[in-house]
């Protein structure tokens, strides 16, 4: 039965089955070789766009343009300044408003009832950039990569995230994971593994979907034959103020050559949805060696710039599946 995903929301994987994520997945591939051989054909003509960020963003914005013009649709780009959003007029009655403007509307901001009240009020498809909780077209991205670097199906790959077990991104990780079927690790400090109801969500969707769940505090257990390593950043936007917390908690977690080594595969692979502190060339990298004497912090230099690292495929790959996204719930 052929996959229909027309004027649907895409806020979070919870909402979407296997079959309906693998059609994504097929499609963004599609788009990418009509991109690669010059044939693209534009989906989106005179479509028009809102892309609301309320937090600063490089692959997300740039990843949503790039698709948004190469399918011939126009947009329009909010940010903290420039709108009444929140400030003189409600998520309510701005979703009311741009609905009304735009045929499709990209959230990034803080809180995830931001975008589902986006995604209820608007009457257009809503797409979710990035929130506390989720961030459903990264996660896409990295499946893609997967498809592209392991070439194992995704119900046969070991996937171990290593760091913070409570952001937005082990979050998404998690639930899409127990959705494709795999066998997901997520190695954190007992304090950071994921909330309880989120574990428990996850193992009962791989009650059907055969989904490997693992939730631990043992690196070298989590590891063990990993087809891939992924992290990300140990202090998200707007945390700052946790820096000398997490590094206490999280420095024995870092991704270095010996725990890439530990997996007993030589062919692993590493992620990271970027950006990523893994040297001092960043304003932040200067920070935290000028107070905390850190060169690196969730992934060394050396493991992101070795031949294990996908870090720019994966970033790549942010366009063609979000242009997928788009395509499907609002082409032509």
């Given amino acids: 039965m052929p996959v229909n995903l027309r004027n649907r929301n895409f806020i979070t994987l919870k909402d979407f089955s296997k ?18 051989t010059g044939n693209e054909q534009q989906k989106l003509k005179g479509k028009n766009i809102a892309l609301i960020f309320e937090k600063s963003s490089t692959r997300t914005r740039c990843a949503f343009e790039v698709a948004a013009y190469d399918q011939g649709a126009n947009i329009t780009y909010l940010g903290l300044v420039g709108s009444h959003m929140g400030k003189k007029e409600s998520m309510e009655d701005t979703a009311k408003v741009l609905g009304r403007y735009y045929d499709g509307i990209e959230f990034r901001g803080f809180k995830q009832e931001s975008v589902d009240i986006l995604g209820k009020y ?55 994971g127990s959705i494709m079927g795999m066998d997901v690790r997520i ?47 140990w202090v998200s936007m707007g945390e700052e103020k946790y820096f000398a917390e997490r590094i206490k908690l ?12 530990s997996t007993g595969n030589p062919k692993v692979i590493f992620m990271h949805c970027l950006p990523a502190i893994h040297d001092g060339n960043t304003e932040i990298g200067k920070m935290l060696y000028k107070e905390y004497g850190l060169k690196e912090m969730e992934v060394t230099d050396e493991v992101f710039r070795s031949k294990h690292s996908v870090v720019f495929d994966e970033a790549e790959n942010r366009m063609h599946t979000i242009k997928a996204v788009m395509v499907a719930t609002l082409g032509n």
């Fill in 19 to 36: 079959k309906e994520i693998l059609y994504l997945l097929d499609l963004a591939n599609n788009l990418k070789k009509a991109k690669y």
């Fill in 122 to 176: 608007s009457g257009v498809p809503v797409w979710n950039g990035l929130t506390d909780k989720y961030h459903p077209t990264q996660v896409l991205a990295d499946f893609m990569t997967i498809q592209e670097k392991v070439k194992k199906p995704l119900e046969k790959v070991i996937f171990t995230y290593i760091g913070d077990g409570r952001n937005n991104m082990a979050n998404s990780l998690l639930i899409a």
């Fill in 187 to 233: 190695i954190s400090p007992k304090s950071l593994l994921p909330e309880e109801n989120l574990i428990k969500e996850a193992k009962q969707i791989a009650k059907e979907s055969g989904a490997r769940i693992t939730t631990t505090d043992d690196i070298n257990f989590g590891l063990k034959g990993a087809d891939v390593i992924y992290t990300d950043v």
């Fill in 250 to 261: 999280l420095k024995d977690y870092q991704v270095d050559m010996e725990k890439v080594k």
